[in-house]
């Protein structure tokens, strides 16, 4: 069983700055793409960012695009999500998911964290 743990969020004002990161138990963690998702009440878990198990591949939502850059260090099995210029639509809880089942775009995966809270005030 993997598991993963996210950090970093918190409360900020609108044009600040947090960077995410989430921390894995996965032996291979090389080996596996990760994802960040969101979610808000009552709405799907949505795509943010992936990156692939090398690191050379990045993927983010095109909502959010330049304002995101995901990066990983597999020596230490962390992958982080720096995100700036924040507004207030990007509050959110926000997760980190590993191994997926298929696209990495669809909240399918193996294995997902508790989640780290977003809140942005305007």
């Known amino acids: 069983q993997v598991q993963l743990v996210e950090s970093g969020g918190g409360l900020v004002q609108a044009g600040d700055s947090l960077r995410l990161s989430c921390v894995s138990s996965e032996r291979s963690f090389r080996m596996y793409v990760v994802a960040w998702f969101r979610q808000v009440p009552g709405k799907e878990r949505e795509f943010v960012a992936a990156i692939s198990g090398s690191g050379t591949i990045t993927k983010y939502t095109d909502s959010l695009k330049g304002r995101l850059s995901i990066s990983r260090d597999n020596d230490k099995n962390t992958v982080s999500l720096q995100m700036n210029s924040l507004k207030p639509e990007d509050t959110a809880v926000y997760y980190c998911?590993?191994?997926?089942?298929?696209?990495?775009?669809?909240?399918?995966?193996?294995?997902w964290g508790p989640g780290t809270q977003v809140t942005v005030s305007s």
């Open positions: 998911a590993q191994h997926p089942k298929g696209s990495w775009f669809s909240a399918q995966y193996d294995y």
